[in-house]
């Protein structure tokens, strides 16, 4: 059995969504980051970057970073068919991912979310938090250009998908506008039942 520390409507969300995509058998421990208890002992115990997502595997390591896990969750049930056989899209996957995730999310949302977390005065703050917000608008414009026409970025749905997902609905949530394209993607996504099993514990 599989553990997924998660916290709801944050990014663990994706990884969820996958662990449903491939039909994995898990358990969820949540770890609710807005309340702190990412900083327990017993969960740093766990993961030591005091972070989620964080997925405990049956050999009871510990594996970290979106992008690691989402890999990870791919190869291990490869018969769910995520991870793709041509070297150009494997590339392309792995490029939209660590895009949406160390750009649209790190570089952008967390300004966005909690820009005062970087102890500058109010005008500071104010600052940094209009910087995320120009880095995540433009961060979605580059992705609507990736998504173009196609129902999902590299063709059929995919782990950087997931990574989209999550980082959509935080921009619907912070009351951004989504181009068209992406708006489409979202409501396609949100369709599917991995999504509603997200949708429904956030
Ligand atoms: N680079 C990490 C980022 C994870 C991350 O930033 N997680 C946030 C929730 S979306 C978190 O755990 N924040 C708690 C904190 O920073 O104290 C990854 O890709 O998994």
């Not at 969300?13 to 421990?29: C, H, K, P, S, T």
């Not at 807005?34 to 766990?46: A, D, H, I």
């Not at 791919?74 to 660590?98: H, I, N, S």
């Amino acid at each position: 059995m599989l553990t997924l520390f998660h916290s709801p409507g944050s990014c663990s969300d994706g990884i969820l969504l996958l662990l449903e995509e491939v039909r994995a058998e898990y358990e969820v421990v949540v770890i609710d980051v807005m309340k702190g208890m990412q900083r327990t002992p017993e969960f740093l115990g766990k993961n030591p970057k005091g972070k989620v997502p964080a997925l405990m595997r049956k050999d009871g390591l510990v594996l970290t970073e979106f992008q690691a896990i989402a890999f990870w969750l791919a190869k291990r049930f490869e018969t769910a068919g995520l991870w793709p056989d041509l070297l150009e899209t494997q590339c392309r996957t792995l490029e939209a991912l660590d895009f949406i995730v160390g750009s649209v999310h790190m570089r952008g949302f967390t300004l966005v979310k909690v820009p005062q977390k970087f102890q500058l005065d109010d005008k500071g703050t104010e600052d940094l938090r209009a910087f995320g917000q120009s880095e995540v608008e433009k961060g979605l414009r580059t992705l609507s250009k990736m998504l173009g026409e196609s129902p999902y970025l590299l063709g059929s749905f995919g782990i950087a998908d997931a990574a989209l997902f999550y980082v959509l609905r935080w921009a619907k949530k912070e009351g951004m506008e989504l181009p068209q394209n992406l708006e489409r993607f979202l409501t396609a996504m949100s369709e599917r039942s991995s999504a509603q099993v997200v949708i429904n514990q956030s």
